[in-house]
């Protein structure tokens, strides 16, 4: 089965810094990468996704990147913000069996002002 | 207008008891989930239901058992609850086939004593 692997595990940076989460997958035949906010207490929420015919996607101030060849895809928050302060997952798809989703095991990531 | 709502938000219960939550959707979706966050964050697919069937059961005890009276609920039923089953359970829905995003519901934190 799929396995995805997420690092770093926490990640703290300066209000303003940039922010970058990198996952690796295992499944060449997934084909679907979103990425999830989790806040504390509260559900994961999708934040951006990305698709494998495509290699980077922006939305304002969140991008993902994806390196099929390489099987690996990475999140980038740019001028974070205190409210950037979440556990964030990445997750990977191939889109059969019920859209089954592998996801990884969570970046903390905490925003100082 | 509550997309994926779930009851109890909070479960409180002794070892060796039986317990459910209850999922449901209103976004006329036809795939729904479970998910399970443990202590360390980590998310993880435990069932899958497509128009009412199993198509997932990711190692699951079978003293998990889900229960779908129609697309739009999907019920987790927990039997002889153990100290490990502890946890904050997720129910997720998407559409079918297509269309990827999973909406998760607010989450059932269980504690089992």
């Known amino acids: 089965g799929e396995n995805v692997e997420q690092h770093p595990s926490t990640l703290s940076v300066q209000e303003g810094d940039s922010a970058v989460i990198k996952c690796t997958y295992s499944?060449?035949?997934?084909?679907?990468f979103p990425w999830y906010k989790q806040e504390l207490g509260k559900r994961p929420q999708l934040i951006i996704d990305?698709?494998?015919?495509?290699g980077e996607k922006k939305d304002q101030r969140i991008a993902v990147t994806l390196n099929k060849t390489a099987k690996h895809f990475s999140l980038h928050i740019t001028e974070t913000q205190p409210e950037d302060s979440a556990v964030y997952f990445c997750?990977?798809?191939?889109?059969?069996?019920?859209?089954?989703?592998?996801f990884g095991g969570g970046t903390r990531l905490m925003v100082k002002p | 207008d509550t997309a994926v709502s779930q009851t109890p938000k909070y479960l409180v219960t002794q070892m060796g008891n039986d317990k459910s939550i209850k999922c449901e959707q209103n976004?006329?979706?036809?795939?729904m989930y479970w998910y399970k966050q443990d202590s360390k964050k980590f998310l993880k697919i435990m069932f899958s239901?497509?128009?009412?069937?199993?198509?997932i059961n990711e190692t699951v005890p079978n003293r998990f058992s889900p229960k779908s009276p129609d697309k739009a609920h999907l019920n987790l039923h927990i039997n002889s609850l153990e100290l490990g089953d502890s946890a904050v359970y997720f129910c997720?829905?998407?559409?079918?086939?297509?269309?990827?995003?999973?909406?998760f519901g607010p989450g059932t934190r269980l504690t089992v004593t």
């Open positions: 499944d060449s035949a997934s084909n679907y």
């Open positions: 239901y497509n128009n009412k069937e199993l198509i």
């Open positions: 997750a990977a798809s191939n889109g059969n069996a019920g859209n089954m989703l592998t």
């Open positions: 976004l006329g979706h036809d795939t």
């Open positions: 990305i698709r494998s015919n495509v």
């Open positions: 997720a829905s998407s559409s079918g086939q297509g269309a990827y995003e999973q909406y």
